[in-house]
C-alpha cells in the first residue's frame, strides 16, 4: 500500500484497494473500442484544418463485420466526427439500434476551443492546462449530447495523452470509464504519458474513485516473457538486441490491434494475458483504417482483406478459449462498489 494518500491520478499506479475484483461470473471477457477520428496524414505536423471524415462506407463494413460477430463496439469518437452529419446520422443509428455504444475521444488540436497553439507537446490534452483541457472536454461532451440525445460515459485520450487532472475532470463531467492508459509504453520522449509500472486490470480512478480504469491490453511474448518490463527496458537501451529478441521470437511486446501486430503475434498476446489472469483483454484500433489510404496499417484494398482476416483468426482463437465479447453496460455491471470488493495490487 502507498505510504501516502493516492490522489486517483491516471498517471500513478493505483493503490492495492483500488484494485477491482470483477464479479466471477463476469469471467474472462473480451472488449472493442475504435478511436473514432478524423482521417489526416501521419506523417506531416498536426493541424487544425486538412483533414477529413470520408471513411464512413468503410465504417458501415466495419460495424456490420462486429455486429455478426456479436461484438457491441465502443466508438470513443472526436469533434470532427461527431460534428459531421453524414457520420453522426449512421452513428445514431448505431446506437438507436443497440448495435454500438458512443463514448469521447479528445483530439485536442481539432476541439474548441481552439485557443492552444497547434504542437506535438500540445496534442495530449492532459498535459494543457487544466482549465483548457476542461473547456475542449466539455466542449465534446456537449456536442456528443447535441448528436445523440445523451452525455458519454466512455472515454480515450486522443495519443492516450491524459494528464494529472484528467481523471477528476472525468469525474466531474459525469464519465465512468476511461480507457487511455496503455500499459507498458512510454510516451515521455513525446511529451506524452509514461505508463510503464501500470496494470493490466481495471482499477478505480480518480479524486473520488468515481472513474473505472480499464487499462489497453499489452503482453509480453516468447520464451523470455517472463522478464516482463525489466527486460523489455533493458533490451531497449541496448539498440539492436530487442530487434533480435523479437526477430527470434524469444522476447517482443505485443499490443492487441490489427494495426502492426502480426496475427500469429496477436493469437501469442491473447494467450499471455489470459496466463496472466486479465480479465478483460482490450483491443483497439483507428477508424480511419477501416477504409484504405488514410493510415500506415491499410494502403490498398488487399490490406483491408488482411485486416479481416486477422479479426477472423482473433475471434475463432477467442471463441475456442471461451472468451466472449462484452459490451460496456455488461463490464461496468460487473465492477462492484469500491468497498465491496478489492484485491491486492
Not at 501521419?42 to 460477430?69: C, D, K
Amino acid at each position: 500500500m502507498n505510504s501516502s494518500p493516492h490522489d486517483g491520478n491516471l498517471l500513478k499506479a493505483p493503490s492495492a484497494e483500488d484494485m477491482i475484483a470483477l464479479d466471477p461470473t463476469f469471467g474472462t471477457r473480451f472488449m472493442l473500442f475504435v478511436d473514432t477520428e478524423e482521417e489526416f496524414d501521419w506523417n506531416a505536423p498536426l493541424s487544425r484544418t486538412g483533414h477529413g471524415v470520408t471513411a464512413l462506407g468503410g465504417m458501415a463494413r466495419g460495424q456490420a463485420y462486429f455486429a455478426q460477430a456479436g461484438v457491441k463496439p465502443v466508438y470513443v469518437t472526436d469533434y470532427p466526427v461527431v460534428d459531421s452529419d453524414a457520420a453522426a446520422e449512421m452513428m445514431g443509428r448505431w446506437l438507436s439500434d443497440n448495435a454500438a455504444d458512443i463514448g469521447a475521444h479528445l483530439h485536442p488540436w481539432v476541439n474548441p476551443p481552439h485557443v492552444e497553439e497547434v504542437s506535438a507537446a500540445n496534442s495530449y490534452a492532459g498535459f494543457l492546462p487544466e482549465t483548457i483541457e476542461q473547456a475542449k472536454l466539455e466542449a465534446l461532451c456537449q456536442r456528443i449530447a447535441e448528436r445523440f440525445g445523451r452525455r458519454p460515459v466512455a472515454y480515450r485520450a486522443g495519443r492516450y495523452g491524459v494528464g494529472p487532472h484528467s481523471a477528476r475532470l472525468l469525474e466531474q463531467a459525469g464519465f465512468k470509464l476511461d480507457s487511455s492508459v496503455r500499459s507498458r509504453f512510454d510516451y515521455s520522449g513525446q511529451n506524452g504519458p509514461d505508463f510503464r509500472g501500470m496494470p493490466l486490470t481495471p482499477y478505480h480512478a480518480g479524486s473520488d474513485r468515481g472513474i473505472v480504469e480499464l487499462p489497453l491490453s499489452t503482453a509480453f511474448v516468447g520464451l523470455l516473457r517472463a522478464g516482463g518490463e525489466r527486460l523489455y527496458r533493458t533490451a531497449q537501451s541496448m539498440g539492436p538486441l530487442a530487434g533480435a529478441l523479437a526477430r527470434a521470437r524469444l522476447f517482443s511486446r505485443v499490443p492487441l490491434t490489427p494495426e502492426g501486430v502480426p496475427v500469429a503475434d496477436a493469437l501469442a498476446a491473447v494467450d499471455a494475458l489470459i496466463e496472466e489472469g486479465v480479465p478483460v483483454l482490450n483491443f483497439s484500433f483507428h477508424s480511419p483504417t477501416l477504409e484504405p489510404g488514410h493510415t500506415p496499417y491499410v494502403r490498398e484494398e488487399a490490406d483491408l482483406r488482411s485486416f479481416y482476416r486477422w479479426w477472423d483468426a482473433v475471434l475463432d482463437h477467442l471463441a475456442r478459449r471461451g472468451v466472449r465479447a462484452a459490451t460496456l453496460d455488461q463490464f461496468l455491471a460487473a465492477v462492484p462498489a469500491r468497498g465491496q470488493a478489492c484485491q491486492a495490487a
